[in-house]
């Protein structure tokens, strides 16, 4: 599975959205990008996932560049219960090939 | 939907004794699971992938001796820490795949903490 990489840390002021990078410049074509976060003391919870369209659902946005070596997860209206650490994980869409390789992440902090 | 249990949510061990950890699936069926093992301030750790009626498959440095992994139904999975020691002291974590489900996303439970003395 390809490589992520993540900022370590974020802060991000209640009510306004939070952008959260991934680079994942090694990727390749039949992977998909998905996105965990896990609140401290918790199972990760699954967010979004895409190949290469852009995908939004009830609790975010997923932009993929065109060239796929990048993505951003969006969460329009941050809340203080979306302080947790977001995992960005590259994964092949075959069955058999469902591991999940957890990089360090992006430890978001909600400011009020 | 979509929601994995583990049972116990904590535990507390003396050293020398077994655990056993059960990771079900409450509204879907997974042929497929996984353990997961997070140390504190550390990312979660791939131990296994347990597959329905036959053997897990464990990632490299994982003892299977000492981490057995049952799946004898469709919504359970065990794991069983033989012999724990302190070191073994962890975040325990599953997730399944739901098999009904074209695509791949895993679903977690909500972890087991051990805690060996």
């Known amino acids: 599975d390809a490589k992520t990489t993540q900022p370590t840390s974020m802060d991000c002021a209640e009510g306004r959205a939070a952008n959260l990078p991934c680079n994942h410049s090694?990727?390749?074509?039949?992977?998909?990008v998905y996105w965990y976060r896990q609140i401290h003391s918790q199972g990760p919870q699954y967010i979004i996932h895409g190949l290469k369209n852009n995908e939004t659902n009830e609790m975010a946005s997923l932009i993929i560049t065109e060239d796929r070596k990048s993505s951003t997860l969006i969460l329009p209206h941050a809340t203080l219960r979306d302080t947790a650490v977001y995992y960005c994980?590259?994964?092949?869409?075959?069955?058999?090939?469902?591991?999940?390789?957890f990089g360090t992440g992006t430890r978001l902090t909600i400011i009020p | 939907g979509a929601v994995v249990s583990q049972h116990p949510s904590w535990v507390i061990c003396k050293s020398g004794t077994s655990v056993k950890i059960e990771c079900r699936s409450l509204d879907f069926q997974a042929t497929t699971m996984f353990w997961y093992r997070q140390f504190p301030k550390q990312s979660l750790m791939l131990m296994a992938t347990?597959?329905?009626?036959?053997?897990?498959?464990?990632e490299q440095g994982v003892e299977k001796d000492k981490f057995l992994i049952n799946h004898a139904s469709l919504t359970l999975s065990t794991l069983t820490v033989t012999s724990a020691h302190p070191e073994d002291s962890s975040f325990y974590i599953c997730?399944?795949?739901?098999?009904?489900?074209?695509?791949?996303?895993?679903?977690f439970g909500p972890g087991t903490r051990l805690t060996v003395t």
């Open positions: 997730s399944a795949r739901d098999q009904g489900r074209a695509s791949y996303e895993q679903y």
């Open positions: 090694t990727i390749s074509g039949n992977e998909y």
């Open positions: 994980i590259v994964r092949g869409s075959n069955f058999g090939n469902e591991k999940l390789t």
């Open positions: 347990s597959n329905e009626g036959s053997k897990a498959t464990y």
